[in-house]
């Protein structure tokens, strides 16, 4: 069936440069996109979302860049924080238009 | 203001026992949602309502699964002669607009986490 996958399972950066995850999907159907940051014993967090009729979206020291041609989605991170250290995960509106379709997430960790 | 909260926050019970995983969504919200999520993966859709109206349960597992949200506000997701398979983290998430909304942030509670002996 369809998925969402991402490409790096873990990412070490040092705090303060710019971090980069990668994100793939299959569906092409897919019309809306976000990105969750999970910490340990806590539930997603909603981080930043964008719609297919964009490429680029930003927020807060984040990015989301969306590749339509590829299916290929990113977070980028502006000035990594200690803080940001968590599991990241994309995730996709599905086919029912409600459902979220997640990829199994990437670990960054921020060091000193 | 309050999150998505969910109780109990852990359960332990033992194989053959029914258990009932209780959410409480973020006042007004139109939607609701119920996740699994195993150890190192995103969570996985397991049903979905609008107000009091169970609009989709394809992916609950089985028919041992069981969901429901009577008032549209609270809502609980009943596993029937539990087995040691069924062992997760069910999360629950709510969000503020309804089908025919643009946006689908949804805001996910802290979860409870199910052991099955």
């Not at chain 1, 930043?48 to 041609?69: A, E, P």
């Not at chain 2, 397991?46 to 609950?60: H, I, P, R, V, W």
């Not at chain 2, 997760?88 to 503020?96: D, N, P």
Request: charged share 20%; net charge neutral; aromatic share 10%.
């Amino acid at each position: 069936g369809e998925s969402v996958g991402l490409h790096l399972p873990t990412l070490s950066v040092q705090e303060g440069d710019n971090s980069i995850i990668n994100c793939a999907y299959s569906n092409s159907a897919s019309d809306y996109f976000i990105w969750y940051k999970q910490e340990s014993g806590k539930g997603p967090q909603f981080i930043i979302d964008i719609r297919s009729n964009m490429d680029k979206r930003q927020g807060q020291r984040v990015t989301v860049l969306l590749n339509k041609t590829v299916k290929h989605l990113s977070l980028q991170i502006a000035a990594t924080q200690p803080g940001d250290s968590a599991v990241y995960f994309c995730a996709e509106r599905d086919n029912s238009g409600y459902a979220l379709n997640f990829g199994k997430g990437t670990s960054l960790l921020v060091t000193p | 203001g309050a999150g998505v909260s969910q109780s109990p926050r852990y359960k332990v019970t033992k194989r053959g026992q029914d258990v009932a995983l209780r959410c409480d969504p973020i006042s007004g919200h139109v939607s609701l949602y119920w996740y699994r999520q195993a150890l190192g993966q995103g969570p996985e859709f397991l049903t979905y309502f609008n107000y009091e109206a169970q609009q989709d349960k394809s992916g609950l597992p089985n028919d041992r699964f069981s969901a429901e949200r009577p008032e549209g506000s609270i809502s609980t997701l009943t596993i029937q002669r539990t087995e040691q398979r069924d062992s997760a983290m069910y999360r629950c998430a709510s969000s503020s607009q309804g089908l025919a909304g643009g946006g689908n942030e949804q805001f996910f509670g802290p979860g409870t986490r199910l052991t099955v002996l």
